[in-house]
């Protein structure tokens, strides 16, 4: 079965875990690592055959050009991770609106002539934040031209992440709703990070911290579950996540530094473990027959 890869290039200290120690106006300031670690995820990926889906955050799209033209370069599919990586339940609807175009702007300036009408199919909210508050994103993210969303984790959050009464995408209180991939009123599809059942909850088990925490037999029994009941898993790590000599932030509370530092240098190690072991394709391949015009 393909599963789905998906990667959110983002800078190692656009992370949430970073929001109070590193604001917005100090990033330009900061050392940019990006285009080096996701250059070393194009370089992993052409190793194996495998594609991803990159979900590229506008902000990076305007300073560097070149790496979003040498993902699409290399096969793989270009997505929108928004432009500020400001969490949408923060946002008016009319804020997340602009970011969301500004950020669409900006990939397809990057992308000069190849930025064709199957250029930016899907989006992605920074740290899957479309929640019960700001189900009105959806809409929004429709009516921007997108024809699938992976912002929903299906599991429930202290910050209000919607309910899911099925592992795979089924949400509470959302008509037209299916197993795993969700299709909402509007058309638009749900295609949530996997996740699996257990105790009566559903636990995410295919990002990139529970890849760096857990042993690499624990996401790799997922997947195969998830397989074996007939679904595609779906996949999620950033290039920070396979640097483990980026520079320390000051001023990081202690629980985010772990989380945000731990096990990064078997990043890349437990992906490629990962890719000798399951076939991996971008989200437009994975889900072609739900996303066909």
Known sequence: MLNALTIDVEEHFQAHAFASAVPPSTWDAQESRVVASTRRLLALLAAHGARATFFVLGWVA???????RDILAAGHEIGSHGYAHELVYRQSRDEFADDLARASAAIRRAL????????????????FSVTDDARW????????????????????????????????????GLAGVGRFAARHGSGLWEIPPSTVTLGGRNWPVAGGGYLRLLPLFVTRSAIRRINAEGHPAVVYLHPWEVDAEQPAVAGVPALARFRHGVNLHRTEGRLRGLLETFRFGAMRDVFAEQLRP
């Not at 000069?112 to 740290?127: E, F, I, M, T």
């Open 62 to 68: 305007d300073r560097h050009p070149a790496l979003v």
């Open 112 to 127: 000069g002539p190849a930025a064709n009408g199957d250029v930016l199919l899907g989006y992605r909210a920074p740290a």
């Open 137 to 172: 994103a959806l809409e929004v993210v429709r009516a921007h031209g997108f024809r699938y969303d992976s912002s929903v984790v299906p599991v429930v959050a202290r910050d209000g992440a919607m309910n899911a009464a099925l592992r795979g995408g089924k949400r509470r």
